[in-house]
């Protein structure tokens, strides 16, 4: 979130990009006659319309479109991401993978603000 706070701070704009699709909750809860409570169905996803791979936060900023990819720990790229990295670059885009706040700060000011 502060990846977001500080590109919009500085004029930009960013969003957060939700690819993890949308859960369907067909559980149903209700206590029995001996009074236990009992939960009976399940949970279902329903896959998101967006492109799989697709960066965390979309960004532009001074023109150029700029796509960040949050890793945290051993969080690694998948083989679809680093085809949706590929394709963004492709197009002149800016593709990057922040570990934390202050290393995405670094880099950016250097990249954008020189």
């Not at 704009?13 to 009074?35: C, P, Y």
């Amino acid at each position: 979130m502060c990846i977001i706070s500080y590109i919009r701070h500085i004029g930009g704009h960013a969003e957060r990009v939700n690819s993890i699709g949308q859960m369907i909750d067909n559980r149903k809860h209700f206590t029995d006659t001996l009074g236990f409570h009992r939960t009976v169905g399940a949970v279902t996803w329903i896959r998101s319309s967006g492109q799989r791979g697709t960066a965390d936060i979309s960004a532009r900023y001074n023109g150029v479109s700029i796509k960040i990819e949050v890793k945290i720990g051993r969080d690694r790229q998948s083989p679809t991401q680093a085809s949706c990295q590929r394709q963004i670059e492709a197009a002149g885009g800016v593709y990057y993978f922040a570990k934390d706040f202050e290393s995405f700060y670094q880099w950016f000011n250097e990249k954008f603000m020189t």
